[in-house]
């Protein structure tokens, strides 16, 4: 295993920290903090909330932030990739909000059909993004699989219809549970060398719409089913931090999806009872 106490401190991480803000009842508190003493902060005040601004961070800097934060991976990702469109996402209790800045446009005279600011986004996308979802429920009801996939507490009909997307629906392509958790990037791979052994990585090579339909269904069941809390609470209790246990479930969770898919049979909260002879 890895010696976590030889890991660097969040704060001597060479982190781009342009600002880092502490908001209490809405008013800034005067100053700049390092990074952990914002958040032990923020998460002892009520109403608080802290604020950090930084100029081009790479991944492995931006890392050292989501470690301090608890962010989830994806929007790490996300977040150092240019050009992502406006959208808000949920990552259990966070929310993840891409924004586009406006830019006046200047003009020699204006008119009242004159374009004032831009946004550089064209105002019928929503509307096409509506319809081709709607179209994308539909033709996955009709999939034979819809009725065993949304079966699945977590698994709706917007999250069944990616993973019916991302893997076809066909799990004799993937040939075991373990390749299809590889696939979706929740199943940790060796990262042994020399002498060392029983180190694991996430994989470097994944679907990230699978992952994330993985993980955000596991989210989900953790409310929702009662299994899936207590596996969940077993992780915590373990040492485990909230992400590592809500891939831990989400990687349970691909076998009884394997499972149920191999079958052809729906998921059921609990098996039935033998009746007595």
Request: charged share 25%; with cysteine; hydrophobic share 40%.
């Amino acid at each position: 295993m890895a010696d976590h106490a030889t890991q660097p401190h969040p704060d001597d991480q060479p982190v781009p920290v342009v600002d880092c803000a502490l908001y209490k009842h809405g008013k800034r508190r005067a100053g700049t903090l390092p990074l952990t003493e914002a958040m032990n902060t923020a998460r002892t005040s009520p109403d608080s909330f802290v604020w950090i601004g930084l100029r081009e961070p790479t991944t492995d800097q931006l890392k050292v932030v989501a470690d301090t934060f608890g962010l989830h991976p994806l929007a790490v990702e996300d977040a150092v990739h240019a050009h992502q469109r406006p959208k808000l996402e949920r990552y259990d209790d966070s929310l993840f909000l891409v924004l586009k800045t406006v830019v006046y446009v200047e003009h020699d005279r204006l008119t009242p059909t004159s374009e004032v600011v831009s946004t550089g986004e064209i105002t019928g996308l929503n509307q096409q993004v509506a319809e081709l979802d709607k179209a994308i429920e539909a033709r996955f009801r009709d999939h034979h699989t819809f009725d065993v996939i949304t079966s699945m507490p977590g698994l709706g009909v917007i999250l069944g219809a990616e993973f019916l997307a991302a893997t076809g629906g066909d799990m004799t392509a993937f040939g075991t549970a373990d390749r299809l958790a590889g696939f979706g990037g929740v199943a940790p791979v060796p990262r042994d060398s020399g002498k060392i052994s029983g180190n694991l990585r996430r994989p470097q090579r994944y679907n990230r719409r699978l992952q994330r339909v993985f993980y955000t269904s596991a989210l989900f069941s953790i409310r929702h089913s009662e299994d899936s809390r207590r596996f969940y609470d077993r992780k915590r209790a373990e040492g485990k931090r909230h992400t590592q246990a809500v891939l831990a479930l989400a990687r349970r969770r691909v076998n009884v999806l394997w499972a149920l898919l191999r079958d052809g049979r729906c998921y059921e909260l609990a098996p039935p009872k033998a009746l007595a002879a």
